[in-house]
DNA sequence: TGTACATCAGTGAACGCGCGTTCACTGATGTAC
DNA sequence: TGTACATCAGTGAACGCGCGTTCACTGATGTAC
């Protein structure tokens, strides 16, 4: 599927003991930047993985259990960043819509610069996915809790009025920017034009829609009230 | 990956001449089947389709160049099915809104109704999409031109005030009912709530997105003007 | 009406491949006495 | 200080598998003469 050639590294020297756990490190890096490199998770083969490390392919078993864990396992380093990067996105700005807006950018940008693990952790089937991402941490990668209580500022400020519940609310944004990645992701050569630009005009829509009183927008007539 | 069981069938009764092209319907017919009660894809083998359709698996090369030929044929088939629903949908219903609406539900119900297809044809890494699937084809598809007539009529009628060109709001509104689509599909133990209520909240949302003046919801202090 | 023949709709057997995973092993190294 | 030994961090070789795909073939059937 990808053509990038993933070379095989040289014999890695062997741990020191007590330094068993350093492979198991090498391994995750080395995984993490062939899924970068390949942008196809079905290059990352046990083999393939060992190789780059340097290693014969039962290693990879003395720190995973299966290829999934090891696969699940990389993405989970990354699912991290993503939620500091939208912690840092929104440190220091108060205004709730800026934070919002913030953190769906960081969330934009996070997903486009690593494709295959967004695909894998917001994409894959969800029986391959290991118990231990539960939805709490689904949740806490989208932000949730976070958008929330933005929200809940806004309404608190009289700017928002959305309707229901804001966690709800909160799943809806998570719903409508994974949208925006995913399509952007996988249908690369479609003409949305820039990311930058999609991103700018779903969140005036969003704004349009979170803060518009229900009864701003009622039954037609081009006529504005008032 | 799943494990429902797709049985052989008995060996097909050989076509008569000049009725070479059955065995092309059975095979996709066969192959529609087996995606829909495994819900995988990689379940769906040259092999393990032949052994369905009753037959070995070179004669599968008879009717499709390769594999992906054959798998990307079924979702053809299938994504037809999801433009005449749109249509049908929409027929007779004269509020642009409302049209908008049932267009919307009827690509959520065909895409929840049929994942698998639906993860073929709008998850699946690029490349492997065969090139006769071309950007207008998705955007039928998507129903983008039929979205943005009832935008520009909604419009004429004054109710609606989209920011910017129709056409890249209904870009928009595709990437909003796509990120509900496929996170009820990814993620189908998240606790989102019924599709329907998920359906119904996102549509509030967008009605006042799409129908709001920028200026009826400009900078904060809760005071309504007027 | 009879027969040779081309064609059509497949079959059977095999190819080579890369994969995940297992199992018995090895050899360096730290530690206890 | 010397040495036996347990442990740690791996290795080497092989397992069996299912896969896509190819190739030479077969046997029924319609058609031309």
């Not at 990645?181 to 704004?207: H, N, Q, R, T």
Request: hydrophobic share 40%; net charge negative.
């Amino acid at each position: 599927m990808s053509s990038v050639e993933v070379v095989a590294a040289a014999r890695r020297v062997r741990s020191r003991r007590g330094e068993g756990d350093k492979l198991r490190e090498d391994i995750l890096e080395a995984a993490e930047k062939m899924l970068i490199a390949t942008n196809d998770q079905s290059s990352l083969s046990i083999r393939a993985i060992a190789s780059a490390v340097g290693v014969t392919p039962p290693s990879i078993y003395l720190h995973f259990s299966d290829r999934n864990e090891l696969i699940f396992a990389v993405c989970e380093r990354q699912s991290e960043h993503i939620e500091k990067a939208m912690e840092a996105a929104a440190a220091g700005v108060s205004d709730p819509w800026e934070r919002l807006r913030r953190r769906g950018r960081a969330y934009l940008e996070w997903g486009l610069a690593n494709p295959e693990h967004y695909r894998i952790l917001m994409m894959s089937h969800s029986e391959a996915t290991p118990d231990r991402f539960t939805d709490e941490r689904l949740a806490g990668m989208a932000g949730l809790q976070a958008v929330a209580s933005d929200l809940i500022a806004g309404v608190a400020e009289g700017r928002f009025a959305p309707a229901g519940d804001t966690l709800r609310v909160s799943e809806l944004l998570w719903m409508v920017v994974h949208g925006m990645v995913s399509l952007l992701i996988c249908k690369p050569g479609f003409p949305f034009g820039s990311a930058e630009d999609v991103y700018e005009a779903m969140f005036e829509l969003l704004y349009k829609g979170i803060s518009a009183r229900s009864d701003d927008v009622v039954q037609g007539g081009g006529e504005r009230r008032c």
